[in-house]
């Protein structure tokens, strides 16, 4: 199978460790955006052929000709896109008119049993389609940590999450960012799903010593009551869909639903995957 892989979400953690990913195994990368403009950045960094092309999910005629000869595609869904039959799933449609073989889906873990997660409208229409595909449901990334949890690290010097006491199997999407490569190219893996998690779980207040440690000063974790977060993430300027999601999902840690440590992705990538501190100490940098 020739052709490049459309990546969705190029400029993101996950989707920045796909490219990379699949530049090092020599695949040619389209890299979706909804302005070529926003990947100037991207292909700076990148070593490889990575092409922008504009995509937008509110409009479905960008579908066509960003999927017009790909080989494959990585899809993320846009976490300020709750409505997925007019979007994600009309794309994944385009992609069966366009001849595309194959879609890795990252969705997230327990998608599969709670329909009220956006990713599990997503995934059902995959099965149902003609498309070989991937579901990989991984729990939460350690790079929430650099990214929708950094400015309360900075500012605040907490973190402040409605998970009570619950423990975490943070995964790195670096790892991920491998296994989607892998799936991309091994046919194995295909109309297959997939829980991705870390080799070990932590709880927050593990992980705030693991971040005093490595940048010299406190860090506290501060449990939050849910409407003391549903606060917190409105006064972050979060859309009210995005805030209900968010809230949700952390509040399910206080119950032990991303606690458990699968080797799947260790096993897939033929390797131990990375731990929290690892990703800590390789970015100590974005907190101080």
């Known amino acids: 199978m020739s052709g490049p892989v459309l990546v969705t979400g190029p400029t993101g953690n996950v989707g920045r460790a796909v490219v990379r990913a699949l530049l090092s195994e020599g695949v040619p990368v389209r890299a979706a955006v909804k302005s070529p403009e926003r ?27 960003a999927l017009e000869g790909v080989r494959g595609v990585f899809l993320l869904r846009p976490p300020a896109i709750a409505r997925m039959q007019e979007t994600l799933n009309a794309f994944v449609d385009a992609a069966v008119t366009q001849g595309v073989k194959h879609v890795v889906f990252l969705s997230v873990d327990g998608a599969e049993k709670r329909a009220w997660v956006p990713h599990h409208a997503v995934e059902e229409h995959l099965k149902r389609s003609a498309l070989g595909w991937t579901l990989l449901r991984p729990t939460f990334f350690a ?32 790892d991920v960012g491998e296994l989607v490569t ?14 991705l998690t870390g080799p070990e779980a932590v709880t927050f207040d593990e992980v705030a010593v693991m971040l005093s440690e490595a940048l010299g000063r406190p860090i506290r974790y501060e449990p939050a009551s849910v409407a003391g977060y549903v606060r917190h993430l409105h006064r972050r300027q979060l859309p009210w ?5 968010q809230t949700l999902l952390h509040v399910g840690l206080r119950f032990g639903r991303a606690e458990q440590v699968d080797p799947t992705l260790a096993n897939l990538l033929g390797r131990p995957a ?14 101080r």
């Open 182 to 195: 892998r799936a991309l190219l091994d046919t194995s893996l295909r109309n297959r799903a997939f829980t």
């Open 241 to 245: 869909g995005q805030v209900g999601v």
């Open 274 to 287: 990375r731990t929290v501190r690892q990703y800590i100490e390789d970015h100590a940098p974005l907190w």
């Open 39 to 65: 990947t100037v950045a991207l292909l700076k960094e990148m070593d490889g052929e990575v092409m922008p092309v504009p995509l937008d999910f509110l409009r479905p005629e960008t579908f066509r000709p």
């Open 143 to 174: 790079q929430n940590l650099g990214d929708a949890w950094r400015e309360d690290l900075r500012q605040d010097h907490r973190l402040y999450l409605p998970a009570a006491h619950g423990r975490v199997a943070f995964v790195d999407v670096r």
